[in-house]
């Protein structure tokens, strides 16, 4: 018996062995499956905690094995909070499948519960799958198919555009070209050609000379020229930068739109001279009558002419509005803009308006003036702007009430009030009021009379002058327009001591270069400057000019706008571009200097001054004098009289490249500033520690001795009385970085940019 329970041990101890190995088998094909393919293998029991982590992607979750096995999935994945929460949902009993991206892999993970063979959950199996370069491929075909619909997309739209497009090489080679629609255009063929090749000398000059200042400066040049070969036609050319060496060009033809510009213009010079020549005859014609030229007129003819001679009235100002209008819009108004004092034209334009402000039964008022204020205006249009606010304010004016005036001065700019006490611009039309012929409704044009023309012109106008037209309204207090322009600040006397009045101690004469064609004009400028001491170099043209000034260097540059080859504002934003010249001072002496000054601002490329033909020897001495200390000491130095240490902070950064500033955190420290030191303009908070900044106003410029410009800048709102000794006011929340520049800049004379 005993023999027997032996033999049966060993037949079961034999089985079990049998049974373990068969086990080990089993996980040692697994653990070669598991080592031999892409995947990650973790086993969670019902606790959450890790009883299996193999894989040869593992580590792109993580973790590894040895750390892993015996730690709680929370802990071994809290950087994964998605797959630990997955790991619980399949430990709930849900197969859950999801995608993890973890350190540039992207990995596909299914996570299943794992149950006995009573069917109880002991424990989830999650499989994870690199697929990385799966996706990748996916997302690269993915974006090939856009692309390859945007191409097809761009080339239907390309197709459909009746412009001639070509690509065009630096060196005047046609890369590609699409053929135009609707006019004539180079074929296919033309690539690999040049412009030379195929198109008249003088249009590839013209093409290949915009071509360079396109791919020079980046900015889209636009020019028109005619095709005289067969149908001749007008065309208009843009080309824009296309990399770094080659231009597109888009060519459109343009002679309808010529053709209809000749048709209007062939309307406007008929109405100009078939219809104002006969009304301006039969105005003065009726207006002698009613004068009693021909002796006493009954009263019923009289009432008649009266009729005759206001119509004809109305008839002109429509006639000239419509005649406006078509000069704004195609840029042949002229404009002859001039320092000029800004009260004369405002008193000239409310005495031209009184009188119909008289029949209307209001009056006019002038509630505040700035004797003295100059801009730089044509004057004639100003008043035009003018007289039309004025007779708008009275004609919505109730009767026996005033419309006010007034003229102020803010953030280095001058503006004109018109304030009448109507009923306000209706909310639904203050957004079109500017449009042409607009008005507020049909009965207005009835009831008050008017084209609804003049705003739009007057706004126009203003724009061209360089400022602004505005409003404010409401029903229960009227309406407010008003013209803003910038204050020009004039060349005035100097004191005998100020350092533009004398040239500064250089130890040799200042030297200037002239860039002038003219050589009589040149030869003028030159006696002029020796004259006053400088020094004078002559050059003739642009190429010549930047040949000069890279063998040695000037103090102070003149250039006139007109040059052969390349013009004087492609110039000066070439020398600006380049660190030798970048902050060259440089006074435009051209007979196109105010049309310069409009194309690229007062301030874009620093220029010291803007001088017309004939020359001004007087201010063209100053100025160069002006330029010459600016040389020497480019940066203009400013005194910022300010406690709060954040804005003397944001201050200081908004001028770091521009000027030297020195600050002052109270009365005391200003006054030691004052005392010891010179500057070109002070920068005053009005709320100091020990008092108040308007004390210093009475004695800056005297302790100086020189007219040193203040600007208040200040939190609080300041009366005309309290400023009266200041330059200028900026409120600081109401004063853009911007604007603080354009003040500082227009008021010490110095190229800040």
Partial sequence: QQA????????????????AAALRSSQERLQAMVSSALIALIATNQAGIVTLCTGTILHRLGGASPTLVGCPIVEAYAHLPTLVEDIRQALAGKTVTSTIEHDGVILDVRHSPQTSPE????????????????????????????????????????????????RIHRDGTYLDCKPSTSCQS?????IGTRLTDVLPEEIAQQIMT??????????????????????????EVRLVVNGKDEVLAIVRDISDRKKVDRLKNEFVSTVSHELRTPLTSIRGSLGLLLGGIAGDIPAEATELISIGYKNSERLILLINDILDIEKIESGKMNFSLKPTELMP?????????????????????????????????????????LTNLLSNAAKFSPVNHQVRVAVTRYSGFLRVSVHDQGSGIPEEFRDRIFQKFAQADSSDSRQKGGTGLGLSIAKA???????????????????????????????CSLPENHPFTRLPELGHAPRILVCEDDSDISMLLKMMLQQEGFCVDIVHSAQAAKQRLSQRPYHAMTLDLALPGQDGISLLRELRLQNSTRSLPIVVVSAKAQQGREEIGDAEFAVIDWLDKPIDQSRLVTVCKQAVVQSQNPQPKILHIEDNSDLVQVIALLLKHDAEICHAASLQQAQQKLD???????LLDLSLPDGSGLELLPIINAQTGLPTPVVLFSAQEVSAETARDATTVLVKSRTSNQELLHTIKSLVGYSLT
């Fill in 4 to 19: 027997s329970l032996v033999n049966q041990l060993q037949t079961e101890l034999a089985e079990r062995q049998a049974m």
């Fill in 119 to 166: 069917g109880t959950i002991v424990g989830a199996i999650s499989v994870a799958i690199d697929v990385t370069e799966q996706k990748q491929a996916e997302e690269a075909l993915r974006q090939s198919e856009i692309l390859r619909q945007s191409d097809a997309k761009s080339r239907v739209l390309l197709d459909a555009l009746p412009d001639a497009i070509y």
């Fill in 186 to 190: 180079l074929p296919d063929a033309v």
């Fill in 210 to 235: 915009h071509l360079n200042q396109a791919l020079k400066t980046g900015v889209t040049q636009v020019f028109e020229h005619q095709l005289e070969g067969g149908k001749p036609c007008d065309l």
């Fill in 345 to 385: 034209l405002v008193e000239q334009a409310i005495e031209a308006t009184r009188a119909y402000a008289e029949q209307l039964n209001v009056t006019l008022e002038l509630t505040h003036t700035q004797p003295g204020a100059i801009v730089n205006v044509d004057g004639e249009r100003l008043i035009q702007v």
């Fill in 461 to 491: 106008i203003m724009e061209r002058l360089g400022g602004q037209l505005s409003f404010d309204s409401d029903s229960s207090s009227g309406t407010t327009f008003y013209c803003d322009l910038p204050e020009w600040l004039p060349f």
């Fill in 676 to 682: 010891t030191e010179t500057f070109d303009l002070i």
